[in-house]
C-alpha cells in the first residue's frame, strides 16, 4: 500500500501559479503510475495528468501547454505545476497512485484550488 500527503492549493488569481506535491509513504514508489485528478462542484472526477516512474506523461486537452508534471523518484513525490490558471481549473486536486502490479488505485486526501479575482 501506499499513502499519499498532497500540499500547494489555495486561492491565486486568474492568470496566475501554483505548484501541487504529492508525497507518497509506505511502498516502492517507481511501482507506481502517479497522477493528479480534479473535481469541480457538481462535476465528476476527471483526469489532470499521469506520469510513469520512466517520465511518460498524458495530459488532459484542457491543461496541455499550461500544466507539467513531474516525479522525483529519489523524494518519492510528483508535482503539479500549474501556469496560466483558468476559473475553470478551480476544483479539488486529488493525487492518485495506480500500482503497475495490481492495477489498485491510491487517493490523497485532495487539496483545493481556487481561481478567482
Known amino acids: 500500500q501506499v499513502q499519499l500527503v498532497e500540499s500547494g492549493g489555495g486561492l491565486v488569481q486568474p492568470g496566475g501559479s501554483l505548484r501541487l506535491s504529492c508525497a507518497a509513504e509506505?511502498?516502492?514508489?517507481?511501482?507506481?503510475?502517479m497522477g493528479w485528478f480534479r473535481q469541480a462542484p457538481g462535476k465528476q472526477r476527471e483526469l489532470v495528468v499521469t506520469?510513469?516512474?520512466?517520465?511518460?506523461?498524458n495530459y488532459a486537452d484542457s491543461v496541455k501547454g499550461r500544466f507539467t508534471i513531474s516525479r522525483d523518484n529519489a523524494k518519492n513525490t510528483v508535482y503539479l505545476q500549474m501556469n496560466s490558471l483558468k476559473p475553470e481549473d478551480t476544483a479539488v486536486y486529488y493525487c492518485?497512485?495506480?500500482?503497475?502490479?495490481?492495477?489498485?488505485?491510491?487517493w490523497g486526501q485532495g487539496t483545493q484550488v481556487t481561481v478567482s479575482s
Open positions: 492518485n497512485a495506480r500500482s503497475i502490479v495490481t492495477l489498485t488505485h491510491y
Open positions: 509506505g511502498s516502492r514508489f517507481s511501482l507506481y503510475v
Open positions: 506520469i510513469t516512474s520512466g517520465g511518460s506523461t
